[in-house]
């Protein structure tokens, strides 16, 4: 055994090195591949991102373009823009009371959704709430709301012309009962969904009528009254279109009509564009606020 142990050659001691400072780390070197395709990530991203809108929007332009070639009267998607670019060099022009830009046409229209709409949030809500609250009540008013929601906004503009004996506030009251059913529903849905243990400690606590609405109901019920509000203020600006085409005066619907009688359909493409963006900001407002109060709600 001594002998098989000399005849293994012995290792050199290591040789001590002077460290002059802390020791450093070295990281590895990432391959050149690995570190262009993090570079191209968030490209792909945005495209992934931007390419089914663009695709959609293409194609829909492609589908114009083949209507306007077999329809002379129909204008292409080139002289619609055009149209569109001498329209909005001056969209607030005033030359008589019916001969307005189309920027005051949307704004008449959306002063009548805004009184309409006002109107029926302080009496929708309100009566939800109680509606919700009070089973004799919410029995009461039951029958008469499902039969009333179906009907057409559009059906209560005759009464609307015959107690008014004006147009605008006709046109403000279709507005008004079309909004007031959905947050009426949605409301008095939201307090009825309200956990029966939080009603049980109100009446351990011997709580007020006023602490339990505004402590607890409204709370609870307040991604609900949101949903209906939401709904309303999209069926307010359909109607809106169509009580101005029937009661003329200033408004995006009566400019449509107008335009119509003046057979310029480039307009008309444009106007259906503009009630299309003025609804979808309407939309994105209200759920800005939803996401505003709900988060509120949850800090609190």
Same mark, same amino acid.
């Given at each position: ?12 001691? !290591? ?6 400072? &802390?020791?450093?780390?070295? !990281? ?7 570190? $262009?395709?993090?570079?191209?990530? !968030? ?29 002379? +009267? ?8 055009? $149209? +569109? ?15 307005? %830009? ?15 709409? %006002?109107?029926? +949030? ?8 109680? @509606? ?5 009540? *919410? ?6 709301? *499902? ?18 004996? *004006? ?27 309200? &956990? ?20 607890? /109901?409204?709370? *609870? +019920? ?8 939401? /709904? ?38 444009? $106007? @259906? ?28």
């Amino acid at each position: 055994m001594n002998a098989l142990l000399k005849s293994v050659p012995n290792e050199p001691a !290591p040789v001590p090195v002077a460290v002059s400072g &802390p020791a450093r780390t070295v !990281p590895p070197r990432k391959p050149a591949a690995a570190v $262009a395709a993090r570079r191209a990530q !968030p490209f792909a991203t945005a495209v992934r991102r931007v390419a089914p809108p663009l695709t959609g929007i293409a194609l829909v332009l492609l589908v114009w373009q083949v209507i306007a070639a077999q329809n002379e +009267a129909f204008p292409s998607p080139l002289v619609t823009w055009q $149209a +569109a670019l001498e329209l909005f060099a001056d969209p607030f022009y005033r030359n008589s009371p019916n001969d307005q %830009g189309i920027g005051w046409n949307v704004l008449a229209s959306l002063q009548r959704v805004a009184i309409g709409f %006002g109107l029926a +949030a302080l009496i929708g809500i309100p009566l939800g709430f109680v @509606i919700g609250r009070v089973q004799f009540v *919410s029995r009461m008013f039951g029958p008469i709301i *499902s039969l009333l929601k179906p009907v057409s906004p559009l059906a209560w503009l005759p009464i609307g012309l015959l107690v008014f004996k *004006s147009a605008d506030p006709a046109a403000i009251w279709s507005i008004f009962i079309c909004s007031i059913w959905p947050m009426i529903i949605n409301t008095a849905v939201g307090v009825q969904r309200v &956990p029966q243990d939080y009603m049980n400690v109100a009446r351990v606590l011997n709580l007020s009528e006023w602490k339990i609405l505004t402590k607890i /109901l409204l709370p *609870s +019920a307040l991604p609900y009254i949101l949903t209906g509000v939401r /709904l309303a203020i999209g069926t307010a600006w359909l109607v809106i279109v169509a009580a101005e085409m029937l009661t003329g005066g200033v408004g995006i619907g009566f400019w449509v009509w107008d335009e119509w009688n003046n057979l310029n359909v480039a307009h008309i493409i444009i $106007a @259906i564009a503009i009630i299309g963006v003025v609804g979808l900001l309407l939309e994105l407002a209200l759920v800005s606020l939803a996401r505003a109060l709900t988060h509120e709600q949850v800090a609190n």
